[in-house]
């Protein structure tokens, strides 16, 4: 747990030297610092597998099916008790 802290915090470190550099740096080199940074990000990020991806995604097909019927019922009963009433 301490190592991960350290990490951090040395990420941290470096990150704040870069954003000291970079006011001194051209638009384009800040530009070009940027980009590095999200390079480096995108290689930090876990892709999912075609066997998730098909997974999530009958998950919220089912999910988004499941909650327009609620809806749907709840407007439908809730022009049955406006038309006892109306």
Do not use: Q
């Not at 941290?12 to 030297?17: P, Q």
Request: hydrophobic residues 45%; charged residues 30%; aromatic residues 16%.
């Amino acid at each position: 747990m301490a190592k991960k802290e350290k990490n951090k915090s040395e990420d941290m470190k470096k990150v704040s030297k870069k954003v000291e550099k970079s006011k001194k740096k051209s638009i384009w080199e800040r530009f070009m610092i940027f980009c590095h940074g999200v390079a480096d990000e995108f290689k930090k990020v876990h892709w999912p597998n075609k066997k998730d991806m098909v997974k999530y995604s009958v998950a919220t097909v089912v999910f988004v099916i499941f909650l327009s019927l609620f809806f749907y019922l709840v407007d439908v009963i809730f022009a049955l008790v406006h038309s006892l009433f109306h």
